[in-house]
């Protein structure tokens, strides 16, 4: 499945991935990741339900610590 990541194309291997699967597959922290999927920001409460379908164009922001 093609998607775009952070204005990046990627392949993903699997075609039935929840946001939750995703964000831990690019090995960021669950919490403090916000994620728009087709300029649309998904609730953390819906990251385990929300399916990632060919062609979305995906946000990840994830907080950073320090100064």
Not at 13 to 18: L, N, R, Y
Not at 36 to 43: E, I, Q, T
Not at 56 to 64: K, R, Y
């Amino acid at each position: 499945m093609h998607v775009i990541i952070n204005d990046m194309p990627v392949q993903l291997a699997d075609e039935d991935i929840t946001i939750k699967e995703l964000i831990s597959m690019r090995n960021l922290p669950v919490t403090g990741t916000a994620v728009a999927v087709n300029d649309r920001l998904v609730p953390r409460t819906k990251h385990d339900s929300h399916k990632v379908n060919e062609g979305d164009v995906i946000t990840l922001i994830s907080a950073a610590y320090g100064g």
